[in-house]
């Protein structure tokens, strides 16, 4: 029913910037919030930043004014812009559409990988 698409991740010097993005399709009108979660090796998934169909967003608190969540509703895609990247935001990026209660759709994942 809904199919997400990311793109933009890479290798990037750390302090530098990136722009993911998620390319939403399908039945979308029930769609409660769009999220980034990240999630490197060992560790647990974790939240990046939301956003909800009004428009408030949340942000983890390890990328909190240096990540940005945006959308663009004509092309149904959400965008992350990451600035000052940090080693430690090295991770594979993943789109979630959330309908609320525990339904969920995710797009395939983004390598992003910030070099010291």
């Known amino acids: 029913q809904v199919q997400l698409v990311e793109s933009g991740g890479g290798l990037v010097q750390a302090g530098g910037s990136l722009r993911l993005s998620c390319a939403a399709s399908?039945?979308?009108?029930?769609?409660?919030?769009m999220g980034w979660y990240r999630q490197a090796p060992g560790k647990q998934r974790e939240l990046v930043a939301a956003?909800?169909?009004?428009?408030?967003?949340n942000y983890g608190n390890s990328v909190k004014g240096r990540f940005t969540i945006s959308r663009e509703n004509a092309k149904n895609t959400v965008y992350l812009q990451m600035n000052s990247l940090k080693p430690e935001d090295t991770a594979v990026y993943y789109c979630?559409?959330?309908?609320?209660?525990?339904?969920?759709?995710w797009g395939q994942g983004t390598q992003v990988t910030v070099s010291s």
């Open positions: 399908g039945s979308l009108l029930s769609i409660n919030s």
């Open positions: 979630k559409a959330d309908f609320g209660g525990n339904r969920g759709y």
């Open positions: 956003m909800t169909r009004a428009g408030s967003t």
